[in-house]
């Protein structure tokens, strides 16, 4: 692809994702998150209606009467976008992968904050780093985002999803929005790879959320639950390379397929409920502007309530 194409291409993701941040997202966006970054301003005694839950026990106990601490409301938050660029993103049974799919939401959302003047961050893995580019405001850091999502050549295939978050863990100091892309193949059951299995995938989604605002976006394709009736196919893992050859003839076949993968979900669902994250789960063949709206709305209504 030539630089001119590559420019159009970003372009085009741009305009669409700016329709879609003027039509549906204008207001429902960083607004819902507002105010969840605090940063410390003062301590004084404490008075009638404070919120007893910024009592400083410390200062209480040497001073012989009650302090509290009194913080100031960050309103220029920083969104992080993190994505899986593993080899399992280049698969789509639909007219875009994986990847192209959660480029577009990202994409939006990257509108929308930088739409609020809020700071974007980057941060494209594999089962090492990538690519990172800190948070910046402006429309040029944007595209450049943009294009990354899209062109990016990932030196290698696998995922590690712990690896990412302990990444932005340690470079990110102020509390930010992070948003995990990942289909999570390989984080969960019985083919998780022993460096991101249950617990650890699990510990490391519960630091970053207690560090900042964690919301798992989960990019699943539709053939991933169901198989064609195809007859003899050969499946081969992207990550891996592990090669499987199965009769998708036999109905047997089919409902195992979906039974296994229907399982992996459930499990995987547990997990990030234990982790304590809210979780968007995106299907590759239908529309996400609706979803993401909805999903907005709701952590408002849970804000205000």
């Not at 998150?33 to 106990?61: A, C, H």
């Not at 039974?259 to 809210?278: I, Y």
Request: proline share 3%.
């Amino acid at each position: 692809m030539t630089l001119q194409e590559t420019l159009e291409a970003v372009r085009r993701v741009e305009i669409r994702t700016n329709r879609l941040v003027n039509d549906m997202m204008v207001g429902a966006y960083l607004s819902h998150f507002k105010g969840r970054g605090m940063d410390f301003e003062e301590l004084r005694e404490y008075m009638p209606g404070d919120d007893v839950r910024n009592i400083d026990w410390n200062v209480t106990y040497r001073m012989g009467r009650p302090f509290v601490k009194r913080f100031r409301e960050e309103r220029e938050l920083g969104v992080v976008l993190a994505m899986d660029i593993s080899a399992s993103g280049a698969f789509g049974s639909t007219r875009r992968t994986k990847r192209e799919f959660s480029a577009e939401i990202a994409a939006t959302l990257a509108c929308s904050a930088a739409r609020s003047s809020d700071k974007v961050g980057l941060l494209l893995f594999s089962d090492q780093t990538e690519l990172f580019l800190p948070p910046r405001k402006g429309r040029k850091h944007v595209l450049r985002a943009i294009k990354e999502m899209l062109f990016f050549e990932p030196k290698h295939r696998g995922t590690n999803i712990p690896a990412a978050l302990g990444f932005l863990n340690h470079v990110i100091a102020r509390r930010s929005i992070v948003f995990l892309f990942t289909d999570f193949l390989h984080s969960v059951g019985p083919n998780a790879s022993s460096v991101q299995a249950g617990r650890d995938m699990v510990q490391e989604i519960g630091i970053t959320n207690s560090r900042h605002d964690l919301v798992c976006v989960h990019l699943h394709d539709p053939r991933e639950s169901e198989l064609p009736n195809a007859g003899l196919l050969t499946i081969e893992d992207a990550e891996t390379g592990e090669v499987l050859e199965l009769d998708s003839g036999r109905r047997t076949v089919r409902q195992t397929y979906a039974d296994t993968n229907a399982e992996r979900l459930s499990e995987l669902d547990r997990a990030l409920r234990h982790g304590g994250v809210d979780t968007l789960r995106f299907n590759t063949g239908e529309p996400f502007a609706q979803t993401l709206q909805q999903f907005f709305e709701t952590r408002r209504g849970r804000r205000r309530g």
